[in-house]
């Protein structure tokens, strides 16, 4: 099994140009998740989504759009790139919500908006 | 508002032990898991504590108090590849994960 795969691992942007993160998980997840690490800081969760065809969004969505159209796939979008949302983007999943349910990552996207 | 506390950054020394402590105030609680993250990388999963006490695996272990709001990672016999970031997280009422900024653990020769 791959895991969780993330692509690209890097990009630059120019404010205002649009770019799509993928991410494909492996392992027959009903849960995946977008966070976003800005340097010192805590995972924030950006959106989630509980099995195809349903999103959600997290903490932080501004700026952002989710869709989950297979169970194996939760691409998110930015839209009009801003400064504010460089950071490393990680995409995660799990088999199950409840508590005790670990959350499996991919490598991280690497994001820089200038 | 929910908060999660950590120290920023420890240092220790090789062959060692060290407690790292994270404390946190959230909407309910529903389990605690700690991740450890080295420098460029993903977190990965080290442990879930849901009931109070001491939960052993190897040379961490982790520990939960529901009253205190209070959990520690203990790790053991340090080894240079210890030396990443290890953050604490919460599960609250509405089973989302609070994340804490973690700390970030120094091993010394």
């Known amino acids: 099994n791959a895991g969780v795969t993330q692509t690209p691992k890097f990009r630059i942007l120019k404010i205002g140009q649009s770019m799509t993160l993928q991410c494909t998980q492996d392992m027959n997840h009903n849960y995946m998740y977008w966070y976003r690490q800005d340097p010192g800081m805590g995972l924030k969760l950006i959106y989630y989504?509980?099995?195809?065809?349903?999103?959600d969004k997290g903490e932080v969505p501004n700026g952002y759009n989710v869709s989950r159209s297979t169970t194996e796939d939760f691409p998110l979008r930015l839209e009009l790139a801003a400064p504010s949302q460089t950071s490393v983007y990680f995409c995660?999943?799990?088999?199950?919500?409840?508590?005790?349910?670990?959350?499996?990552f991919g490598p991280g996207t690497r994001l820089t908006v200038l | 508002g929910q908060n999660i506390d950590q120290p920023t950054e420890m240092t220790a020394t090789e062959g060692a032990i060290v407690q790292i402590n994270c404390t946190y105030q959230?909407?309910?609680?529903?389990?605690l898991f700690w991740y450890q993250q080295h420098a460029g990388e993903a977190p990965t999963f080290l442990s879930y504590n849901v009931l109070d006490g001491l939960e052993e695996k190897g040379r961490f272990s982790s520990f939960l108090s529901r009253s205190k709001g209070y959990s520690y990672l203990l790790l053991k016999e340090l080894q240079m590849k210890d030396s990443a970031s290890y953050l604490c997280?919460?599960?609250?009422?509405?089973?989302?994960?609070?994340w804490g900024a973690g700390t970030k653990l120094i091993i010394k020769p």
């Open positions: 959230t909407s309910g609680f529903n389990g």
């Open positions: 997280a919460v599960i609250n009422s509405n089973y989302q994960l609070i």
């Open positions: 989504s509980v099995g195809a065809g349903i999103t």
């Open positions: 995660a999943s799990s088999y199950g919500r409840d508590g005790g349910d670990t959350q499996y």
